[in-house]
């Protein structure tokens, strides 16, 4: 029996925001603390899956997008190379979350809420 997943609705509603503040990031919109943070949630949740399921792969690709960001908002738009590397780790990302199941997923989300609480995030991630 598969996994109880998201419905496509249930999915949409989830990943809308951040794929539109990608979007307008990479678009040279203005690097909003709010947009940057929903971007890095992205990577976070995607982050803390490669760590369940030990995917030595994802793990370092997933860390890396999260610290362009926190690039982006020390210093601002990013370059051409940044952005492309970002669209293919929010990708990526995004079809992760879609493969993973509602218990599996919230067991990531579990994960980073207790990073957070235990000041092992960046604030930029933490927000």
Do not use: K
């Amino acid at each position: 029996m598969p996994a109880d997943r998201l419905s496509a609705i249930e999915f949409v509603d989830m990943m809308l925001p951040p794929r539109l503040h990608l979007d307008l990031l990479i678009s040279g919109g203005p690097t909003e603390p709010d947009h940057l943070t929903s971007i890095a949630g992205v990577f976070n949740v995607a982050t803390a899956l490669a760590y369940l399921h030990r995917d030595a792969r994802a793990i370092p690709f997933y860390e890396s997008a999260g610290a362009s960001l926190i690039d982006i908002a020390r210093r601002g738009l990013p370059d051409d190379a940044t952005v492309r590397r970002l669209i293919r780790a929010f990708n990526a990302a995004e079809a992760d979350l879609a493969a993973c199941g509602r218990l599996e997923l919230l067991r990531a989300v579990q994960l980073v809420r207790q990073q957070i609480h235990s000041g092992q995030a960046t604030p930029l991630l933490a927000a």
